[in-house]
């Protein structure tokens, strides 16, 4: 089956720690999107890529950061510079390019990260 | 520049009774707009979407939504709700040309609750 895979489900982060979150997609999407949730905010994007080797900071990458070495992966790590790295984090996908479909982005269920 | 306003953060209705969850955006492009559903703890789900076209939009799960350009809004609605769609519910917006502006901006969610 097609999808976006996130693992772990939940991670825990000791202080002083990075910890690296796993986004991947078989969906041959070309572009991928790291997003937090935290409870009453919305969505806020993180960094998103829209082409192998290449990404963009999003609304709130301070303390984030990210690779996009291959077209299905997209891995965020969070940095000890994040000062309150508690939250559900969201991947998502879409296949990129001019077209109202090609804007749909498609959701890993989720990595929900606390720290120790 | 886009941004989204879903009012209030939480709608609570009677079982069989009309769900309507308000959206209102605004663009400087031509928006995408779409609805998302999300359950605990797992990703977002696409309910529905509007890129061009007709502007009355059928979704999922009988859900439909209304593009109205002269009111910025794009409001949820279902006719009968069921104890099924107690969920989160998202509104997000993009500019319609792939670039930049292909990102999402989403609103900050509200949560439908539905009594027996």
């Known amino acids: 089956d097609g999808g976006i895979t996130q693992s772990p489900k939940y991670l825990f982060r000791k202080e002083g720690q990075n910890v690296t979150l796993s986004c991947e997609q078989n969906?041959?999407?070309?572009?991928m999107y790291w997003y937090r949730q935290d409870p009453g905010q919305g969505l806020r994007l993180i960094y998103y890529?829209?082409?192998?080797?290449?990404?963009q900071k999003g609304d709130i990458a301070e303390g984030y950061s990210v690779s996009r070495e291959k077209k299905e992966s997209f891995p965020l790590t969070v940095t000890s510079a994040q000062k309150n790295p508690t939250a559900f984090y969201l991947c998502?996908?879409?296949?990129?390019?001019?077209?109202?479909?090609?804007?749909?982005?498609?959701f890993g269920a989720g990595t929900r990260l606390s720290v120790l | 520049a886009q941004s989204v306003t879903q009012l209030g953060s939480h709608v609570s209705v009677s079982e069989g009774a009309l769900v309507l969850l308000r959206c209102n955006y605004s663009?400087?492009?031509?928006?995408?707009l779409f609805w998302y559903v999300q359950y605990p703890n797992q990703g977002l789900q696409l309910l529905l979407k509007?890129?061009?076209?007709?502007?009355l939009v059928k979704g999922i799960n009988g859900f439909e939504a209304e593009f109205k350009k002269s009111e910025t809004s794009f409001h949820l609605t279902k006719p009968s709700a069921h104890m099924s769609d107690a969920a989160e519910y998202f509104c997000?917006?993009?500019?319609?040309?792939?670039?930049?502006?292909?990102?999402?901006?989403f609103g900050k969610g509200i949560t439908l609750s539905v009594r027996p």
């Open positions: 997000a917006v993009s500019a319609a040309p792939f670039g930049a502006n292909s990102k999402l901006t």
């Open positions: 663009s400087s492009v031509p928006p995408y």
């Open positions: 890529s829209q082409i192998v080797n290449d990404f």
């Open positions: 509007y890129t061009t076209g007709a502007t």
């Open positions: 969906l041959n999407h070309d572009a």
């Open positions: 998502a996908s879409s296949m990129g390019g001019r077209g109202g479909t090609k804007n749909i982005q498609y």
